[in-house]
C-alpha cells in the first residue's frame, strides 16, 4: 500500500515553523526571563535556604548548612504537627459542605428570572468581601457579650458558646467563616456548569421515562464530574492557602487550636524570623500542594477516557 504524503498546506506549515523558529524564540524569551527572575530564582533560592540554619534576629548572615535538621524539627515539633492536624480539618470540613452547599445552590438558583437573578446576586455577596473584612466583620458577630450571633441565639432561648475563647468553638468559627465566604464560588461554578449542558440530553431523558433523580446521576452528574473535580482541587488549595481568616478572626488562639499550616508558617518566618524552618515547612506545603494538583489531574484524564 502506498504511502500517502501530507497534504500540500500541512507541508507549508512545516516549513513555516522550521523558517520562524527563532523569531518565536526571540519574542517568547523576554517573558521566560521575567518567569524564571520572579519565581525560579526565589524557589530556587528558598529551597537552598531550607537546608541551612539561619534566624535573622541572631545573625544577619546564615550559620551555614544543617543539612534535614530543619525538616527533623519541624516534623517532630507539637506546634507543626497541630497546625497540619487543624488544615486537614478546616480544609476537609469546609470544602465538604462548600461543594454539597453549592450544588444545591446552584440547582435552586439556575434560572432568568428576576427574582432568581436577584436571589444569586443576594448569595454571591460574601464571596467579593475582602477576605480580611470578613473575618474582622465575623469577629464581632461571634463576640459571646455583645455579638449578633449570641444576641439572635438568645431570644430562642439558646445560651451562646464562647465562639472565639473555646478551643473546639474556635475551629468551628473558622471553617463556618471559610464555608460563608467561599460557597458562592462553587455556586457560581457549578450553576455555570448546569447551564452548559444540552438541553436535549435531559429532554430525551424524561421523553424515555426517566425521573429526576436518574437524569441527575445518570447524565448531569458524569457531565460535571471534571468541572466538579477541579473545583474541589481550586478550593482544597486556597483553603489551605488562607491566612487572613485566621489573622483576623482569631489569631491562631486560643493557644494553638486554630493554627494553620500558613498561620505557623507566617509566625515561624515573619514574627520568629526563623528563615530556614520558615522555608523549609514552605517547600514541604509546596511538596503536598503539587501531590494534589497531579492527583486531580490523573483523576480528571480517568474521568475523561472513561
Request: proline share 4%; glycine share 8%.
Given at each position: 500500500?502506498?504511502?500517502?504524503?501530507?497534504?500540500?498546506?500541512?507541508?507549508?506549515?512545516?516549513?513555516?515553523?522550521?523558517h520562524?523558529?527563532?523569531?518565536?524564540?526571540?519574542f517568547?524569551?523576554?517573558?521566560?526571563?521575567?518567569?524564571?527572575?520572579?519565581?525560579f530564582?526565589?524557589?530556587?533560592y528558598?529551597?537552598?535556604?531550607?537546608?541551612?540554619?539561619w534566624?535573622?534576629?541572631?545573625?544577619?548572615?546564615?550559620?551555614?548548612?544543617?543539612?534535614?535538621?530543619?525538616?527533623?524539627?519541624l516534623?517532630?515539633?507539637?506546634?507543626f504537627?497541630?497546625?497540619?492536624?487543624?488544615?486537614?480539618?478546616i480544609?476537609?470540613a469546609?470544602?465538604?459542605?462548600?461543594?454539597?452547599?453549592?450544588?444545591?445552590?446552584a440547582?435552586?438558583?439556575?434560572?432568568?428570572?428576576?427574582l432568581?437573578?436577584?436571589?444569586?446576586?443576594?448569595?454571591?455577596?460574601?464571596?467579593?468581601?475582602?477576605?480580611?473584612?470578613?473575618?474582622?466583620?465575623?469577629?464581632?458577630m461571634?463576640?459571646?457579650?455583645?455579638?449578633?450571633?449570641?444576641?439572635?441565639?438568645?431570644?430562642?432561648?439558646?445560651d451562646?458558646?464562647q465562639?472565639?475563647?473555646?478551643?473546639?468553638?474556635?475551629?468551628?468559627?473558622?471553617?463556618?467563616?471559610?464555608?460563608?465566604?467561599?460557597?458562592?464560588?462553587?455556586?457560581?461554578?457549578v450553576a455555570?456548569?448546569?447551564?452548559?449542558?444540552?438541553?436535549?440530553?435531559?429532554?430525551?431523558?424524561?421523553?424515555?421515562?426517566a425521573?429526576?433523580?436518574?437524569?441527575?446521576?445518570r447524565?448531569e452528574l458524569?457531565?460535571?464530574?471534571?468541572l466538579?473535580?477541579?473545583?474541589?482541587?481550586?478550593?482544597?488549595?486556597?483553603?489551605?492557602?488562607?491566612?487572613d481568616?485566621?489573622?483576623?478572626l482569631?489569631?491562631?488562639?486560643?493557644g494553638?487550636?486554630?493554627?494553620?499550616?500558613?498561620?505557623?508558617?507566617?509566625t515561624?518566618g515573619?514574627?520568629?524570623?526563623?528563615?530556614?524552618?520558615?522555608a523549609?515547612?514552605?517547600?514541604?506545603?509546596?511538596?503536598?500542594a503539587?501531590?494534589?494538583?497531579?492527583?486531580?489531574?490523573?483523576?480528571?484524564?480517568?474521568?475523561?477516557?472513561r
Amino acid at each position: 500500500m502506498a504511502i500517502r504524503s501530507p497534504p500540500a498546506g500541512q507541508r507549508r506549515r512545516k516549513r513555516r515553523l522550521s523558517h520562524d523558529w527563532p523569531w518565536y524564540l526571540l519574542f517568547i524569551l523576554p517573558a521566560f526571563v521575567v518567569v524564571v527572575a520572579v519565581q525560579f530564582y526565589p524557589l530556587a533560592y528558598s529551597l537552598l535556604l531550607s537546608f541551612q540554619d539561619w534566624t535573622l534576629t541572631a545573625s544577619q548572615a546564615t550559620e551555614g548548612f544543617n543539612g534535614l535538621e530543619n525538616f527533623r524539627k519541624l516534623l517532630s515539633g507539637n506546634v507543626f504537627s497541630r497546625s497540619v492536624r487543624n488544615s486537614a480539618i478546616i480544609t476537609g470540613a469546609a470544602v465538604l459542605v462548600e461543594m454539597v452547599l453549592g450544588m444545591a445552590l446552584a440547582y435552586l438558583t439556575v434560572g432568568s428570572s428576576w427574582l432568581i437573578r436577584s436571589v444569586r446576586t443576594v448569595l454571591i455577596l460574601p464571596m467579593v468581601i475582602a477576605p480580611v473584612a470578613a473575618g474582622t466583620l465575623w469577629r464581632m458577630m461571634l463576640n459571646s457579650r455583645a455579638g449578633l450571633v449570641n444576641h439572635l441565639l438568645g431570644f430562642v432561648g439558646i445560651d451562646g458558646p464562647q465562639w472565639l475563647a473555646s478551643a473546639e468553638w474556635a475551629l468551628v468559627s473558622v471553617i463556618l467563616v471559610d464555608i460563608w465566604i467561599a460557597t458562592p464560588f462553587v455556586l457560581l461554578v457549578v450553576a455555570a456548569g448546569i447551564t452548559s449542558i444540552p438541553g436535549d440530553l435531559k429532554e430525551a431523558a424524561y421523553i424515555d421515562g426517566a425521573s429526576r433523580r436518574q437524569v441527575f446521576l445518570r447524565i448531569e452528574l458524569p457531565l460535571l464530574a471534571p468541572l466538579l473535580l477541579l473545583t474541589v482541587m481550586y478550593r482544597t488549595l486556597d483553603s489551605l492557602l488562607s491566612l487572613d481568616t485566621v489573622f483576623t478572626l482569631t489569631l491562631g488562639g486560643p493557644g494553638y487550636s486554630t493554627y494553620t499550616l500558613t498561620y505557623f508558617i507566617y509566625t515561624l518566618g515573619l514574627k520568629s524570623f526563623n528563615l530556614g524552618q520558615a522555608a523549609a515547612a514552605s517547600w514541604m506545603f509546596m511538596l503536598f500542594a503539587g501531590s494534589v494538583i497531579g492527583l486531580t489531574f490523573w483523576m480528571q484524564q480517568r474521568l475523561q477516557s472513561r
